[in-house]
């Protein structure tokens, strides 16, 4: 049974990179499609990219320009970069897969991530 | 970009009240709607994908209809561990888009 699992800084400057981390255990990386969604507080959930086994991303337009994902196949990680930060990017974020109905039914338990100066 | 808009954003119930949740998509998304269940400082999970199937393990109170633009998510007996933040997901477009939450609170 998959299981993820995220690490990265819970606090990060403005105009600073943020960069997060989800480990996959119990499964295959390769097998799956990895996504990355967020929650400001208090606020919905906004999905914010893909990355395919293959290295394939889709982003938001919003985040495209300052955003990064990329998978490491030999430390079965899932990567999020988010460059130039401000504040509105604080929030809570989670690395999440698909399963074979196409909703995300595995879901890691989320970075805390504050922006600030 | 597809909106997906959640009505009501906040519903009070009581124990064994039927509760019903709509969520619109600004344009046909088929039945690839999806439906998460969140409590506070937890990560979403899922019960309901393709608009109307049970993810496993979740009880059978729970049921999903509709296709195109329109769904509903029904609790037919609304339960203690029910009280939490109910969010509907559209997965057509490549682009995924969540719906902005309904608060189900205790009457």
């Known amino acids: 049974q998959v299981q993820l699992q995220q690490s990265g800084p819970g606090l990060v400057k403005t105009s600073e990179t943020l960069s997060l981390t989800c480990t996959v255990s119990?499964?295959?990386?390769?097998?799956?499609?990895w996504s990355w969604i967020r929650q400001s507080a208090g606020k919905g959930l906004e999905w914010i990219g893909r990355v395919y086994s293959s290295g394939i991303t889709n982003y938001i337009p919003s985040l495209e320009s300052r955003l990064t994902m990329s998978l490491d196949t030999s430390k079965t990680q899932v990567s999020l970069r988010l460059k130039s930060v401000t504040a509105a990017d604080t929030a809570v974020y989670y690395c999440a897969t698909a399963g074979a109905g196409g909703a995300f039914d595995i879901w890691g338990p989320g970075t805390v991530v504050t922006v600030s100066s | 970009d597809i909106q997906m808009t959640q009505s009501p954003s906040t519903l009070s119930a009581s124990v064994g009240d039927r509760v019903t949740i709509t969520c619109r998509a600004s344009q046909s998304i088929s039945i690839w709607l999806a439906w998460y269940q969140q409590k506070p400082g937890k990560a979403p999970k899922l019960l309901m994908y393709?608009?109307?199937s049970l993810e496993s393990g979740v009880p059978s109170r729970f049921t999903g209809s509709g296709s195109g633009t329109e769904f509903t998510l029904t609790i037919s007996s609304l339960q203690p561990d029910d009280f939490a933040t109910y969010f509907c997901q559209q997965y057509s477009n490549y682009l995924v888009s969540f719906g902005g939450g309904t608060k189900v609170e205790m009457k």
């Open positions: 393709k608009a109307s």
């Open positions: 119990g499964g295959s990386i390769n097998s799956f499609y």
